[in-house]
Nanobody
Framework: QVQLQESGPGLVKPSQTLSLTCTVS??????????WGWIRQPPGKGLEWMGA???????WYNPSLRSRTSISWDTFKSQFTLQLKAVTPEDTAVYYC????????????????WGLGTQVTVSS
């Protein structure tokens, strides 16, 4: 079974750039059938889709985050990254990477693959 794992700093200062990595491992799936992206959940709120890309590298972003967000594959497509610029305390959340059948996701659906999530706190 495919496994995804997020990694990155747990604490980021305001105005800095948050960089997270998602490592993909385990069983094989038809990567072309999935969107590979990032979702976050602020404390006390629901899931917020941030953006996703195809295996070929076409990328879509949440319009509210587009100006600050970048998602990309590494050279060998065993990892993909999220960069979020100019963070504020409102960006504090649990960040998830996922391989999903739908582009925009707001719930966990059967057949999708999610990481366990990583807590990111923005504070000085």
């Amino acid at each position: 079974q495919v496994q995804l794992q997020e990694s990155g700093p747990g604490l980021v200062k305001p105005s800095q750039t948050l960089s997270l990595t998602c490592t993909v491992s385990g069983g094989s799936i038809t990567a072309d059938l999935y969107y590979w992206g990032w979702i976050r959940q602020p404390p006390g709120k629901g899931l917020e889709w941030m953006g996703a890309m195809t295996y070929g590298g076409s990328v879509w972003y949440n319009p509210s985050l587009r100006s600050r967000t970048s998602i990309s594959w590494d050279t060998f497509k065993s990892q993909f990254t999220l960069q979020l610029k100019a963070v504020t305390p409102e960006d504090t959340a649990v960040y998830y990477c996922a391989a999903t059948k739908e582009l925009e996701v707001h719930t966990r659906d059967a057949g999708d693959y999610w990481g366990l999530g990583t807590q990111v706190t923005v504070s000085s």
